[in-house]
């Protein structure tokens, strides 16, 4: 079956330490995105990338770091300047950015939640 | 700034009744606005969407109505099963500008009671 994996599902973090989330997907769509879930404030974008070895800043992006070294993952690493770190983290794949944007072939993965301790 | 605003955060309806979800924008370029529903621990799954250029556009038993003088959507679900409690989020936006993205309402918990 094709989809979208992110890992793990819950991450605990010390602060001051960089941790990585991981995002594969297999429905060889081209454009892949992060965003982070906060109550009462929907979904920011962070990062997005429309074809390999490129991505752009969403909102959010200061923090953060991205690569697409391949075009089925897409990891996130969320570094120790992030101040506020503990979200829940989404990762999304479509088949180009301009179908993702109508909603066409924009899939979801089950998330990730990040707590820093 | 918050270019799409869910007002309410929550909602309860009785199954069998109608649930009128609402969002409105500030940005007028955006020209397609879209409707995911979300599960606990699970992501967003698409629902419905419209284009700029219709005022409504049906699929089953949801409905979405654009409204664009007023910069404001609705999503109606007729009749609501308890299935259909979710968190829904309103998506919109702005296709062929440079950069542009989807861009997310803060979300509407529906809770529909047996």
């Known amino acids: 079956d094709g989809g979208i994996t992110q890992s793990p599902k819950y991450l605990f973090r010390k602060e001051g330490q960089n941790v990585t989330l991981s995002c594969e997907q297999n429905?060889?769509?081209?454009?892949m995105y992060w965003y982070r879930q906060d109550p009462g404030q929907g979904l920011r974008l962070i990062y997005y990338?429309?074809?390999?070895?490129?991505?752009q800043k969403g909102d959010i992006a200061e923090g953060y770091s991205v690569s697409r070294e391949k075009k089925e993952s897409f990891p996130l690493t969320v570094t120790s300047a992030q101040k506020n770190p503990t979200a829940f983290y989404l990762c999304?794949?479509?088949?180009?950015?301009?179908?993702?944007?109508?909603?066409?072939?924009?899939?979801f993965g089950s998330g990730t939640r990040l707590t820093v301790v | 700034d918050q270019q799409v605003k869910q007002n309410s955060p929550s909602l309860s309806v009785q199954e069998g009744r109608i649930s009128i979800l609402n969002c409105d924008y500030t940005?007028?370029?955006?020209?397609?606005f879209l409707w995911y529903k979300k599960y606990p621990a699970e992501g967003p799954t698409f629902l419905i969407s419209i284009s700029s250029i219709k005022d409504k556009n049906e699929d089953g038993r949801f409905t979405v109505f654009l409204n664009k003088s007023a910069k404001h959507l609705s999503l109606h679900i007729v009749p609501s099963q308890p299935g259909d409690s979710a968190v829904y989020f309103c998506a919109a936006s702005a296709r062929g500008t440079s950069g542009s993205r989807l861009t997310f309402g803060e979300g509407t918990q529906l809770t529909v009671n047996p």
């Open positions: 990338s429309q074809i390999v070895n490129d991505f």
């Open positions: 999304a794949s479509s088949i180009d950015r301009d179908r993702g944007m109508t909603g066409y072939g924009y899939t």
């Open positions: 429905l060889n769509h081209d454009a």
């Open positions: 940005n007028s370029m955006f020209d397609y």
